[in-house]
């Protein structure tokens, strides 16, 4: 049977409490159902569930917790739309998108898989957002594979620098040899995963590349490996009770369709001992290109523009990118260059300059469509800003921001108040001033917010600020921590007040 895709875009505070009490009943025609949460953001997560045609076991499949190892995310791609015919899949191809768009281990407070511990001290953030829905996940599966990429190859006694016991590529890690569930019961890890890597290595003919158990031995005082104590694997062993491993491919293995072969042939091996049985995915490793890019023109029809085309617009016009046409269908970001964040897809942006659309797959750029304004494209920025303040009737003024509220786009006109829930996240995107051609040089401050990073310019923009926890009181109106000014700022002079009140 040819599966069926229903797909749903939720906010992720409200869906957390879905998850809690279970999800919706899938149609019996239905056997996957598509997530989206933090839409829009640069950690836009998407979840599969892959619903067998029988029913049986639940594995969860993690990749890209850790955005420089593609061999993880790119091989949990090719199950989010399998078919199965006994068992089920949660896919979460794509943990860490922030990450991967940089190609990098940490995201924007770290890396994500230490943020799996039980320190509420943390101050929130769009990561722990992502690890909680991970949580609520992990509760629903009966084994957690995360998939990795490790340095060197691991060696259980040390033979050279790139094989020894540190060392974790082409390894399959577990946290103890055996746990004891708390009211009885035992989970043998050391038994499975030595089980598995027997029967993978059969399979593998390079005798370099064949898998080894990797006891990390967490739980114990003595364990080298302390920091895997804050892991999604030990938050999966030690508080969910199942078992739980990660698969690591090495870092020296240059070839992205071996590593993606590797994996796919443990994962296969675990669905088989949890008795899941699937069609086995392909390897698909085509490099990205981008086909067309659709974009809207003030909220008109959509123009369908090639790859590597130009659309000519009038400085001032909002563009809002509404659609990717790829060779993938996943993983796929557009950035307009000077505005927003690297994932600039479905948002309203007007543009007072030429500028580029690129788009990415993963952190690979595989397309662009440039942005012109005709005879005006050859002027200095400085002398098109001389030009907009000379034609201007008027003082410049900020007359409304755009601001996201728990993935809801809502806007507040100069002078006004939105409410918001405490603990709310918010992320401020833009700015509408009486003159389009300057929106993208105004500075928003949200007074009480300090952004994660060593230099505070005085711009918060397309920055998660999180209501009542992480602000100062002392800026709020007459200290309450009630309302909090938004300033807008251009050229440091202040254009316009706009105010957040958070809920009582």
Known sequence: ???????????????????VVGWLPCPASAQILHEVFLANTEHELHVYRVLGEEPGKTMMLIGGIQ?????????????????????????????????????????????????????????????????????HLIAESDCLLNLHEGSGFYSPIWLNEQENPMRFGQSIIYDTESYEVPGGGKIQLGELATKVAERVNRLIPEERYHFRPNNHDSLSPKSPHKEQR?????????????????????KSIRDLETKIRLHKVVINSFM?????????????????????????????APFALPD?????????????????????ERGLVADVLGVGTRNDAHLGFRVSEPTRVVVRKDAEECGWVDIDFGSEKEKPKKELQRKA?????????????????????????????????????????GVRTNDARLDNEVALNFKGYTPPRAVNSGNDLNYPIYMGKDLLKRYSEKGKGRRYPVEATYQEELIGTFWIEIAS
């Open 1 to 19: 049977m040819k599966n069926r895709i229903i797909s749903f875009v939720r906010s992720a505070a409200p869906i957390l409490a879905l998850l």
């Open 67 to 135: 955005g420089d190892e593609p061999g993880g995310y790119l091989t949990a791609d090719l199950y989010a739309d399998i078919t199965l015919k006994k068992g089920n899949l949660i896919v979460v191809p794509r943990a860490n998108l922030y990450s991967i768009l940089l190609n990098s281990r940490n995201g924007l407070t770290g890396d994500m898989n230490r943020k799996f511990g039980s320190d509420e001290t943390a101050s929130a953030n769009m990561e722990q957002e992502v690890v909680a829905i991970l949580k």
């Open 230 to 250: 804050k892991s999604a694997t030990f938050y999966a062993l030690t508080q969910q009770h199942i078992p739980a491993f990660g698969v690591e491919t090495s």
């Open 272 to 300: 088989e001992e949890l008795s899941i049985i699937l069609d086995a995915p392909g390897v698909h490793v085509e490099k990205p290109r981008l086909q067309y890019l659709l974009i809207k023109v003030n909220g008109g």
């Open 308 to 328: 590597r085309q130009k659309l000519t617009i009038n400085p001032g016009d909002e563009i809002a990118i509404t659609d990717i046409i790829a060779n993938y």
């Open 389 to 429: 303040e000379a034609s201007r009737p008027e003082p410049l003024r900020a007359q409304a921001i755009v601001v996201n509220v728990g993935d809801e786009q809502k806007t507040i006109k100069e002078g006004q108040a939105i409410t918001v829930a405490r603990g709310a996240r918010i992320i401020l995107q």
